[in-house]
């Protein structure tokens, strides 16, 4: 079992609608959660942090925390054709290293 | 978010010569800083956490005399490709992580490594 998971996708969304991205964790001592947006041929761009249960909004960005079900989520809001990337989920345990997802790739659909 | 460079951005190099990569965290100072590596359709691996005035620690499976890596101030981390061979050809990405909870990781624009 991989220690973080995600749907590698293809998860297409019509433009305007809200993209759903889920990503499940194996260790229960994580604390930090991370989601970042990486277009083909560039690096990772941090989009949202989270630790605490619940959620977190950013702009059309909103990050959701369930600690005691393992896993966190992402929704995008109002999607636009320039928010089709891969978007990786990270998690920190114990110590510094973040352990990441495989990645979902999202196309929005004009 | 916070500004990490990383220079040169795309570099093509003989086999057998060596490569290095420098990433600086440009409005922050990173204690620690981590070199990843991407290979094309696949997911980020962590190659070594470099610590300020430490040594590196490396993930399993990476040499550490073929990628040397000096963090010898709180702003820059460099990654030495000593040798380098075709194989080594990739996508090398360094992140700076913040002092302060929750320790966001910021990723610098990477560097294409291509060995002919």
């Known amino acids: 079992q991989k220690e973080v998971e995600q749907n590698s996708g293809p998860l297409s969304v019509p433009e305007g609608a809200i993209a759903s991205l889920n990503c499940t964790y194996s260790d229960r001592g994580s604390q930090s959660f991370f989601w970042y947006r990486q277009y083909s041929g560039k690096s990772p761009e941090l989009i949202m942090s989270?630790?605490?249960?619940g959620d977190k909004e950013d702009g059309r960005f909103t990050a959701q925390l369930n600690k005691a079900s393992q896993y966190v989520s992402l929704l995008i809001r109002d999607s636009q054709p320039s928010d089709s990337a891969t978007y990786l989920c990270?998690?920190?345990?114990?110590?510094?290293?973040?352990?990441f997802g495989g990645g979902t790739r999202v196309l929005v659909k004009p | 978010g916070a500004v990490v460079s990383q220079h040169p951005s795309r570099v093509i190099c003989k086999s057998g010569t060596s490569v290095k990569i420098e990433c600086r965290s440009l409005?922050?100072?990173?204690?620690?800083m981590f070199w990843y590596r991407q290979f094309p359709k696949q997911s980020l691996m962590l190659m070594a956490t470099s610590n300020e005035g430490s040594k590196a620690t490396y993930e399993q499976g990476v040499e550490k005399d073929k990628f040397l890596i000096n963090h010898a101030s709180l702003t820059l981390s460099t990654l030495t490709v000593t040798s380098a061979h075709p194989e080594d050809s990739s996508f090398y990405i360094c992140?700076?992580?913040?002092?302060?909870?929750?320790?966001?990781?910021?990723f610098g624009p990477g560097t294409r490594l291509t060995v002919t």
């Open positions: 992140s700076a992580q913040a002092g302060l909870r929750p320790y966001e990781q910021y």
């Open positions: 990270a998690v920190r345990a114990a110590g510094n290293k973040l352990t």
């Open positions: 989270i630790y605490s249960n």
């Open positions: 409005d922050f100072q990173a204690t620690t």
